[in-house]
């Protein structure tokens, strides 16, 4: 079993759809949660972050953190065709090990 | 600033072949991985390292090796490719200050063994 599990997709859903993007996760020393955003081509790029249980709210995105139930969350209100993106959701311990922990990214695509 | 760049761009190479993946950042930052792409398998790392003259392995470092020239250059050796070795690889750079170790990735290297 991955410590990380994501489901591929691919999602495809209409402009203006909330998409709700979600990583499940095994070991629960993971502390720190971040979302990148994958263009076509391109490398990653961080898109948000959190820092054990809440919310975290930017503009259109919202990033959840459930540790009790070992669920990481990326809402995306009013999508756009811009949004069009592999997401991907990476992890880390406390400490001073900084390696990341990643999923295997979401397709989505969001259709005008 | 560049921020990460990688040489080449693509790449084809016959089975048993060697080259080198070539990584620069002008961010000053300490830590640099390199990582390959594959389609179902994610992102997998390859080698790091965490400050100048370091490396660790990763999770898939047979086949590779690595060298940490500088602060700012990290190259990616393949000595015999194989097959298995055709893949995206990024190389990506951190600073390692803030918790959430944001990594700044390059562009990639598209590499086809034949």
């Known amino acids: 079993q991955k410590e990380v599990e994501q489901d591929p997709g691919p999602l495809s859903v209409p402009e203006g759809a909330i998409v709700s993007l979600n990583c499940t996760y095994s070991n629960s020393a993971f502390q720190y949660f971040m979302w990148y955003r994958q263009y076509s081509r391109k490398g990653p790029e961080l898109l948000m972050y959190?820092?054990s249980s809440g919310n975290k709210e930017d503009g259109r995105f919202t990033a959840q953190v459930d540790k009790s139930s070992k669920y990481i969350s990326l809402f995306i209100r009013d999508s756009q065709p811009s949004d069009s993106a592999t997401y991907l959701c990476a992890m880390r311990y406390a400490g001073n090990n900084r390696k990341l922990i990643w999923g295997l990214g979401t397709s989505l695509a969001v259709n005008p | 600033n560049a921020g990460v760049t990688q040489t080449p761009k693509f790449q084809v190479l016959k089975t048993g072949q060697s080259m080198t993946l070539q990584c620069a950042q002008d961010m000053n930052h300490n830590s640099m991985y390199w990582y390959r792409q594959d389609p179902g398998m994610g992102l997998r790392l390859i080698y790091y390292?965490?400050?100048?003259?370091?490396?660790d392995k990763g999770e898939v470092p047979n086949g590779y090796n690595v060298s940490r020239l500088n602060k700012r250059e990290f190259s990616l050796r393949l000595e015999s490719a194989a097959p298995s070795q055709t893949s995206v690889y990024f190389c990506a750079s951190s600073d390692g200050q803030n918790f959430y170790n944001e990594q700044f990735f390059g562009p990639g290297t598209r590499l086809t063994v034949l």
């Open positions: 959190t820092y």
């Open positions: 390292s965490a400050s100048e003259g370091t490396t």
